[in-house]
């Protein structure tokens, strides 16, 4: 069955980096888009960055130009790179994969991001 095991999440200060990891199972990793999302209390989940199995990005304008999504092929990783933290940014991410090209996908249990202002 498919298996997402996101880590790296913590309590980071405003201006801060951290780097969350995707470990992925069950899954044709190489066949297979990936994303980030992430839920704050009391808002709706929303993607925050996504890459194809061709390896190309897209992200939000929350976060452009400050997360950086990368794939390792060979070890069947997803990760998200955050720099320049905001308080904003803090949320539960989740690590999601696109299971098929008409919208079934599968979420991950998540990691906590706090930032501290």
């Known amino acids: 069955q498919v298996q997402l095991v996101e880590s790296g999440g913590g309590l980071v200060q405003a201006g801060g980096s951290l780097r969350l990891s995707c470990a992925a199972s069950?899954?044709?990793?190489?066949?297979?888009?990936f994303g980030w999302g992430r839920q704050a209390p009391g808002k709706q989940r929303e993607l925050v960055a996504s890459?194809?199995?061709?390896?190309?990005?897209n992200y939000a304008d929350s976060v452009k130009g400050r997360f950086t999504i990368s794939r390792d092929n060979a070890i069947n990783a997803v990760y998200l790179q955050m720099n320049n933290l905001e308080p904003e940014d803090t949320a539960v991410y989740y690590c999601?994969?696109?299971?098929?090209?008409?919208?079934?996908?599968?979420w991950g249990q998540g990691t906590q991001v706090t930032v501290s202002s």
């Open positions: 999601k994969v696109d299971l098929t090209p008409w919208g079934a996908m599968y």
């Open positions: 890459i194809s199995s061709g390896g190309s990005a």
């Open positions: 069950g899954v044709t990793f190489s066949r297979k888009a």
